[in-house]
C-alpha cells in the first residue's frame, strides 16, 4: 500500500491527535495550542531555544495558557448580552452588531482622550493604548492630520501586483473596490466617500518605492496599503518617516509586529513565524513513528520567502526530535518553472514537503510534485496559507491538489461551499455581481478580508474627538477589536498598543478535497491572542530582535 494511500486513511485519526500530541514532552496528552511543540525545560534552556527562533509568532508559554479565560468585567458582559440579542443571520444584523462593536470602542477610546491620556500631549507625543507612542515632532514640517479628507472625500492608496507571477493578488483590490462602492452607496464615512487609488507594482520592490512616493507626494492620500513582504519592507520605513498610516499590509512578514519602531504599520493575517511553528506541530503530532523527519522546502528567494525559511529553521534547529534535517531550495520568483527546483527536492529524498512561496508558483508547486513522482513517497505535504484561494490556486491543479495540508490562519474562502450560504459571504457575492464581477474567483473575496477592518477602523476614527485625522485613526487601529465575519469561529480579531501588535494569532488545520473543491478543517482551531512578542525586523540578519 502506497504511503499517500494510508496516509489519507489514517488522516481523520491523526489530525484529531493535534490536540493532544503538540506540546507533551513524549507526545502525549496536551492541547493543539501548543504551537512550538517542544517539552517544557528548565529556564536557562527555554532562554537559548528562545534564541534560536526568529520571534513575530506565537510563544510556548502562550499556547500553553491558550485555554485560561480572563475574567469580563461587568460592562464587557452587559455589551456580550446585547450583542448576543443580535439577529446576525441577516446583513442587516450584521451591520447593527458592527455597529455596537464600535460604539463601545469609541467610548472607551474617547473617554481617554478627554481623560487627556490618549491623543497629542503639549510636548508633541501621541498616546495610543497599552502604551503605544508616537513623537510627531519627527513628522515632517509640511505634515498634516487630515491629509487625504475633504468634506466630500477620503483617499486611499494601494500598491499591489495586477502583473507578473503573483498577479492573481490584483483581484484582492478589485474586490476591496466592490466592498467600497457598497460603502459609498450607504453614506460613505461621514457622508464622505472613499476613494481608492491602486498602482500596479508587478510585486517589483523599486516599483513599490515609486508609487508609494506618487501616493503620498502628488496624490495626497490619508493612507496607503501594500502588498507583498519584499515591497512593504521597501518602503515602511519611508511611510513611518512620512508619519503616514499602512494599516493591514497584504502580508503576514512577522516585521509588521513593530508597534515602537513602525508605529505607523501593521498587519492583518497569521505571521509567517506562526505558520512555521505550527506546520512542526503538526509534524510532530502526526508522524510519530516517522520522527524525526527530513523536511524540503522550496522557498520563494525574496524577503518573503525568507521569512517562512528561518521561522522553519529556527524550528527544526530547536526540535532535532521532530526534524532530522531541514533542506530549503530556493526558487527565482519570475521563474516560469519550477522543474529543475522541484527534482532537486526529489534527490533530497524528504518524507516531508512544504511549499514556502505565493502566487503562480504555488500551484506550479502542486503540478511538479505530482509529476515528479513525490506525491507517491511523502508522508505528508503543505501549501502555504498565502495560496488558500481555491479558484486560483487549487482548482487549476485538478487532482494533484487532493490532500494537500495547510495552516490556513483561520480566514475563509469565499468560494468554498462550506461557507457560501454565511450572510456576510452571500452579501459579497452579491455585490460582487452587481459589480459585474466573478464570485468563483476567491481573491475577490479575500478584498472583502482586507476592506472590513479598514472601513471599521476609519469609522472609529470618525467618530473620535476632532472627527477622521491620522492621529485618530491611529489611535483606533492600535485598539481595535471585533467579530471579523471572513475569519472561522474562533478565531480572535483584536490587537492593543505596544502589548499585542498582530490581529490573528492562529490558525486552522485543514487539508483540500479536490472532489468537492473544498478546504475541511480537522482537529482543533488554534487561537492565542496576545500571544506573539513584537517584531523588530533585522534586515541584514533576518530576524527579530
Not at 537559548?48 to 495558557?65: V, Y
Not at 519592507?233 to 498610516?245: F, G, M, R, S, W
Not at 483561520?410 to 462550506?418: E, H, S
Not at 485618530?472 to 480572535?492: C, V, W
Request: contains cysteine.
Amino acid at each position: 500500500m502506497s504511503k499517500r494511500v494510508m496516509r489519507l486513511l489514517a488522516l481523520l485519526f491523526a489530525f484529531s491527535l493535534v490536540a493532544a500530541a503538540c506540546g507533551d514532552s513524549d507526545g502525549g496528552s496536551d492541547d493543539t495550542s501548543t504551537g512550538d511543540a517542544t517539552e517544557a525545560a528548565p529556564a536557562d534552556e527555554e532562554e537559548e531555544e528562545d534564541d534560536s527562533s526568529i520571534g513575530g509568532g506565537l510563544t510556548q508559554d502562550a499556547l500553553d495558557e491558550e485555554e485560561e479565560e480572563e475574567e469580563m468585567t461587568e460592562e464587557e458582559m452587559a455589551d456580550e448580552e446585547e450583542m448576543a440579542e443580535i439577529d446576525t443571520s441577516t446583513m442587516a444584523g450584521l451591520e447593527e452588531a458592527w455597529a455596537l462593536n464600535r460604539q463601545g470602542i469609541v467610548d472607551r477610546l474617547t473617554e481617554e482622550i478627554n481623560a487627556g491620556t490618549m491623543g497629542v500631549d503639549a510636548d508633541g507625543i501621541l498616546h495610543g493604548p497599552a502604551g503605544f507612542t508616537i513623537d510627531m515632532n519627527d513628522c515632517p514640517g509640511d505634515w498634516s492630520d487630515t491629509t487625504g479628507v475633504t468634506d466630500s472625500e477620503i483617499r486611499l492608496g494601494h500598491t499591489t501586483a495586477q502583473s507578473g507571477n503573483l498577479a492573481a493578488y490584483g483581484n484582492i483590490a478589485v474586490g476591496w473596490q466592490s466592498y467600497i462602492n457598497y460603502v459609498n452607496d450607504n453614506g460613505g464615512i461621514g457622508g464622505r466617500d472613499i476613494i481608492l487609488l491602486v498602482k500596479d507594482d508587478g510585486y517589483v520592490a523599486a516599483q513599490t518605492i515609486e508609487f508609494i512616493d506618487e501616493l503620498i507626494e502628488a496624490e495626497n492620500v490619508f493612507s496607503v496599503v501594500t502588498l507583498g513582504s519584499p515591497n512593504t519592507l521597501a518602503t515602511y520605513d519611508k511611510i513611518n518617516a512620512e508619519c503616514v498610516p499602512q494599516p493591514f499590509s497584504m502580508t503576514g512578514h512577522p516585521a509588521w509586529g513593530d508597534p515602537v519602531k513602525h508605529p505607523w504599520t501593521s498587519g492583518l493575517q497569521m505571521s509567517y513565524s506562526t505558520e512555521a511553528l505550527l506546520w512542526g506541530s503538526w509534524i510532530k503530532a502526526n508522524l510519530a513513528s516517522e520522527l524525526p523527519v527530513v523536511v524540503s522546502g522550496l522557498v520563494m528567494d525574496n524577503d518573503f520567502g525568507l521569512a517562512y525559511e528561518k521561522g522553519f529553521e529556527a524550528y527544526a534547529e530547536a526540535n532535532p526530535d521532530v526534524v532530522a534535517e531541514f533542506i530549503p531550495i530556493r526558487h527565482d520568483p519570475a521563474a516560469p518553472t519550477l522543474t529543475n527546483e522541484v527534482t532537486t527536492v526529489a534527490a533530497s529524498d524528504p518524507d516531508v514537503f512544504i511549499s514556502m512561496t505565493a502566487g503562480n508558483p504555488c500551484l506550479l508547486a502542486i503540478q511538479e510534485v505530482e509529476k515528479a513522482g513525490l506525491l507517491e513517497t511523502l508522508d505528508a505535504y503543505f501549501t502555504p496559507s498565502v495560496c488558500k484561494g481555491i479558484a486560483a490556486y487549487m482548482e487549476p491543479a485538478g487532482p494533484a491538489a487532493d490532500g494537500w495540508n495547510i495552516v490556513g490562519g483561520g480566514i475563509k474562502d469565499t468560494t468554498d461551499p462550506n461557507y457560501t450560504d454565511e450572510p456576510f459571504i452571500a452579501f459579497l457575492n452579491g455585490q460582487l455581481e452587481k459589480d459585474g464581477l466573478d464570485p468563483s474567483i476567491s481573491l475577490l473575496g479575500t478584498g472583502f478580508t482586507f476592506g472590513w477592518p479598514n472601513i471599521e477602523v476609519l469609522r472609529v476614527a470618525d467618530a473620535l474627538p476632532g472627527g477622521l485625522s491620522r492621529t485618530n485613526y491611529i489611535i483606533a487601529l492600535r485598539g481595535f477589536s471585533g467579530t471579523h465575519p471572513l475569519l472561522l469561529d474562533g478565531m480572535s480579531f483584536a490587537v492593543d498598543g505596544n502589548d499585542d501588535a498582530f490581529f490573528v494569532e492562529g490558525s486552522d488545520f485543514s487539508i483540500f478535497d479536490a472532489d468537492t473543491q473544498s478546504w475541511t478543517i480537522v482537529g482543533d482551531i488554534v487561537d492565542v491572542n496576545g500571544g506573539s512578542p513584537n517584531c523588530a525586523w533585522d534586515k541584514d540578519n533576518g530576524g527579530c530582535r
